[in-house]
Nanobody
Framework: QVQLVESGGGLVQAGGSLRLSCVAS????????MGWYRQAPGKQRELVAS??????????EYADSVLGRFTISRDNAKNTVYLQMDSLQPEDTALYYC???????????WGQGTQVTVSS
């Protein structure tokens, strides 16, 4: 069954760090462009970081709001994509998800997400 399982969220003070993990149960994971998304209450889900798959050499892109603070990486041997989040701010509070980039292309269903809450 194709699925995504996110973990690593929690409650942290402003300036703190968290590392999110997403395990993808799907063949040929290494070929899939992946992304981390977040959705804050009352807002639309947004892409915050992406990493390419296949022969593109793991090219990475970031939303302006997280550039320089978040780092996306992947371990294809473990079918896992990570999001290292440093210098967290209250505006980073959201439910974080992973999916392909663009979403839904290889994973029809979203995972349960992992909650990140940053206190001021």
């Amino acid at each position: 069954q194709v699925q995504l399982v996110e973990s690593g969220g929690g409650l942290v003070q402003a300036g703190g760090s968290l590392r999110l993990s997403c395990v993808a149960s799907r063949e040929l994971f290494s070929l899939i462009d992946m992304g981390w998304y977040r959705q804050a209450p009352g807002k639309q889900r947004e892409l915050v970081a992406s990493i390419s798959g296949g022969s593109a050499g793991s090219m990475k892109e970031y939303a302006d709001s997280v550039l320089g603070r978040f780092t996306i990486s992947r371990d294809n041997a473990k079918n896992t994509v990570y999001l290292q989040m440093d210098s967290l701010q209250p505006e980073d509070t959201a439910l974080y998800y992973c999916n392909s980039n663009p979403p839904g292309r290889y994973f029809v269903y979203w995972g349960q997400g992992t909650q990140v809450t940053v206190s001021s």
